[in-house]
């Protein structure tokens, strides 16, 4: 069965960082899509990254130059470094992984509907 665990949430200061993990298993991560969204209480969710089996990466205008997505292929974990933390990064962050997916530079991100592998969320909270 295809698992996906998020941890490294928490409580961070406004310009702190967290580095958020994403354990897969049941699935080879290199052979996939992989994303971190994020949700806040009454609002949509919001897709922040992505990266394809080649490695490469799209971004949010949101998280740009400040949040970094990365895979460990050895270790089948997916990882969001954030940086430069502001309040309105408060939210659940869940990973997602979805099979056949290219990426290239210009295109938009894939949507929460084109994954249908998703964990359960870790809370980030940034306070002020």
């Known amino acids: 069965q295809v698992q996906l665990m998020e941890s490294g949430g928490g409580s961070v200061q406004a310009g702190g960082s967290l580095k958020l993990s994403c354990a897969a298993s049941g699935i080879a991560i290199s052979t996939y899509c992989m994303g971190w969204f994020r949700q806040a209480p009454g609002k949509e969710r919001e897709g922040l990254a992505a990266?394809?089996?080649?490695?490469?990466?799209l971004y949010a205008a949101s998280v740009k130059d400040r949040f970094t997505i990365s895979h460990d292929n050895a270790e089948n974990n997916l990882y969001l470094e954030m940086n430069s933390l502001k309040p309105e990064d408060t939210a659940m962050y869940y990973c997602?992984?979805?099979?056949?997916?290219?990426?290239?530079?210009?295109?938009?991100?894939?949507?929460?509907?084109?994954?249908?592998?998703w964990g359960q969320g870790t809370q980030v909270t940034v306070s002020s």
């Open positions: 997602a992984a979805t099979g056949i997916c290219r990426l290239w530079a210009g295109s938009p991100l894939p949507s929460r509907y084109e994954y249908n592998y």
């Open positions: 990266i394809d089996s080649d490695g490469t990466t």
